[in-house]
């Protein structure tokens, strides 16, 4: 089963929903941390590291002593990342998205494969937990390529969890599409409820089940609780609003560490995702 | 000499466009005889990135010489520098005014670019 | 007129972006507000705007194939680098990068290329003043697009009105939308949390600050949760040349703020609050030298 773990808004414990998940089940689990802008499961579960990996991106590499100046290149290039002008061409790498047209429209087979470093790939073990994560370059823009690559650690069989970065975009629909079942996690804030209704919008739109995790679930207002009953999402667990539990997650304790007792609760979470996957 | 001003009208008392990628239309002059052509940008105002790097390729086809705008960003002013066209940044009032300046040399070169890309 | 363009981000979400700007919307003079967190956007829950224009944002183009045309080659599934063209040549929008190559290369001119409506950007007012915002369609891409072009909207906007500041919610992460919000800002103000993910997340995002050439101010939200980690961000920051602009402490009427759609300044004179003027006083005179 491939299990993962989202919310609209940021910040409202997605990771802590996914690290706590896969170490409370005390079974082989595979953690893939798709939020690889701001990568935070590795915090939590302090994995000792395996192996790391370069991953970039295929970008044009222009030979300007085969160039005929035909302007092909730049013509099929919709990112403006080829352009040939006058006598030259240039690229602008940052900007290719490596559809590789260039290369397939050049007549004289001027344009060669280099690459541009999209970020690093990084594994490792923490228990019966593999995690896997993926760091963007700083300065690099393009995550979902980033993503696509964390995400072909995914496990067939088994259970994968995936931890998504915040948000509704293109970067959280790479991270969530082809899973099984989806985890979204919520406080019962106004913003935590707008976000949250963006966020369940994406995901019937990809058409996968999913549930609510409500946490700090003691604070803001019942506006959360009514619009899941309104909209018939299951409330899959929730969680207290406690300062100790907050002052665990400071020092990047987990909180089934700090609070053992919470362990049940993370294995009733997955019994719950198990039987509404269908 | 061909002389390229961006432009929000097609004639030489047009004012000047401070924007390059997304200027309205280049006036190409000659600053001494003052016969001149507009080429409309029309293709890439609406462009989603890169309009400043389809614009300076504009103008690196139609030959121009030197560039006269308000701003331009780094990408653009690569392809510019590249082809050997000055930029001349800093226009303001009319084409025609513009060129009299120029003429008279009130335009240094930029040595990069002036303003910062909207795309990175 | 010197206007002057503050970007507030974080790189971790929920450190409370949107509650400081909605504050520094109440506080600051001559401005206007611009959410750029384009695809969770909560601005407007608390501002309350009421919209004066709306637009389509049209975002990349998506190739779309025409099954009375094409003949099924396989062409296009073969040249597409990102599987987007399905065993029965269908398009995967999602998947579907707007490229453009299969259109150029399907022999029997099959597929269609239409720049797709990706969501509607609003020109607003607020009890506090304009407000720029936008709202992108589900499961959209092209964030960072919208961003610059609400970010250009502003411009003009305080240009016409004779503003003196753009405030800029930013989004969270370091990516495109991120990127797009930070370029060619006059500064950041990054907000985190004493966590050691807020710590590491806040690492990052001063980092791209750094590579995109935009001075960073700092200040940290609910400092008092962990002390200890909130001392490490304030030497990271000297140590870094961040401007540090002070500490908030943790409030839950900044929740309850918000239940009543205002902003934590307006609604209240708790600590967090004067810690927040304090903190906006010190940012303006930045932006002002």
Known sequence: MILSIASGKGGTGKTTVATNLAAALECPVRLLDCDVEEPNAHIFLKPEITERETVTAVVPDVDLSKCEYCGACGDICQFSAIVAAGETVMTFTEMCHSCKGCMMVCP????????????????????????VYGSLRVGEAMSPPMIRKVKEEVRTEGLTVIDAPPGTSCPVIESIRNTDYVILVTEPTPFGLNDLMLAAEAVRALDIPFGIVLNRCDSGDDNTHRYAREQGIPILMEIPDKREIAEAYSKGHLMIEAFPEMKVGFKNLMGECVKRET | MKLAITSDGTTLSSETDPRFGRAA????????????EVIENRQNINLPQGAGIQAARTIVNA?????????????AFTVLQKAGIEVLPGAKGKVEDVIEQYKKGAFTPAKSANVDGHWV | MNMKELTIISGKGGTGKTSLVAS???LAENKVIVDADVDAADMHLVLEPSVKREAEFMGGHTAQIRPDICNQCGECRERCQFDAVSDDFVVDSIACEGCGVCVHFCPADAIEFPRRLSGKWFVSETRNGPMIHARLGIAEENSGMLVSLLRKEARKLADKKRLEMIITDGPPGIGCPVIASVTGSDAVLIITEPTLSGLHDMKRVGELADFLKVPALLTVNKYDLNPEITRQIESFSRE?????TGTIPYDPAVTSAMVAKKSLVEFSDTPAALAIRNIWERVSTYMQT
Request: aromatic share 8%; hydrophobic share 40%; with cysteine.
């Open chain 3, 24 to 26: 520094f919307a109440a």
């Open chain 3, 240 to 244: 870094n040349h961040i401007v540090f």
């Open chain 1, 108 to 131: 004289t087979g001027a344009i060669s494969e280099s690459s541009r470093t999209l970020g690093e790939i990084i594994k490792g073990v923490s228990g019966q937990v593999e995690l």
């Open chain 2, 63 to 75: 030959c121009a010489d030197a560039l006269i705008t308000g701003n331009c960003g780094p990408k």
């Open chain 2, 25 to 36: 239309y280049f006036i190409l002059a000659d600053p001494d005889t003052l016969e001149y």
